[in-house]
């Protein structure tokens, strides 16, 4: 399979933690993007780093990239009850879109 | 300004039945995807558009599925002779243009119930 694999599967942690979730994936890629997606939502954008980037910030993410490894981490700083979601890394290849098998976070007020 | 509309929200149909699910993309918009998520998996790539023609439709599980976008707005995803199988939840999006860099915009799924 060409999709990515997030882990952990699920992550639960207190308000004002930070999370972590990491993304592994078998191909190459021209950029990597992270998603979230609320409870019955389709899934929004967050955040994008292309291959030739290793680090990128957005806000409270922080995302990293490493090709060598073929893998990347998205950090949530100071979570926020509203951040509970699931998330999801797609590796983006020509026009093609791969999403992994997302990570669920739960965070507690 | 309007986002993507999927329709319906949901749909129950019989194992044998055709279904058509619908998704209006953004205005202006000239790539559209669709991708079918199962319960606790990402999205998993069927077709994508870029205008009216189907530039990769290697995704579709098999010749039950298919998708037009006759105008290259609107597009219709068809599943012929329905099984319980096909149960998910049916996602489009849609981005400006078809190159990786852009980003992709989401509807909020038809949730497909095969009995």
């Known amino acids: 399979s060409q999709q990515g694999e997030e882990d952990p599967q699920a992550l639960s942690i207190q308000e004002g933690e930070n999370a972590t979730m990491n993304c592994s994936y078998k191909?190459?890629?021209?950029?990597l993007q992270w998603y979230r997606q609320n409870s019955g939502r389709g899934l929004v954008h967050l955040i994008l780093i292309r291959s030739n980037e290793r680090e990128k910030h957005s806000g409270r993410l922080r995302v990293t990239l490493d090709t060598s490894k073929k893998s990347s981490s998205l950090l949530i700083t100071a979570s926020r009850a509203a951040d509970t979601a699931s998330y999801f890394c797609?590796?983006?290849?020509?026009?093609?879109?791969?999403f992994g098998t997302g990570t669920s976070l739960t965070v507690i007020p | 300004g309007a986002g993507v509309s999927q329709t319906p929200s949901n749909k129950v149909t019989e194992k044998g039945k055709y279904v058509e699910l619908r998704c209006d993309p953004i205005s202006g918009h000239t790539a559209l995807y669709w991708y079918r998520q199962s319960l606790g998996q990402g999205p998993e790539f069927l077709i994508y558009f870029q205008g009216t023609g189907a530039a990769d439709d290697s995704g579709l599980p098999n010749d039950r599925f298919f998708a037009v976008r006759p105008e290259g707005s609107v597009s219709t995803l068809k599943i012929q002779r329905t099984e319980r199988g096909d149960s998910a939840v049916y996602l489009c999006?849609?981005?400006?243009?078809?190159?990786?860099?852009?980003?992709?915009?989401f509807g909020p799924g038809t949730r497909l119930t095969v009995l």
């Open positions: 797609a590796t983006v290849f020509g026009n093609q879109f791969y």
């Open positions: 191909t190459s890629i021209n950029n």
């Open positions: 999006a849609s981005s400006l243009g078809t190159s990786g860099r852009n980003t992709q915009y």
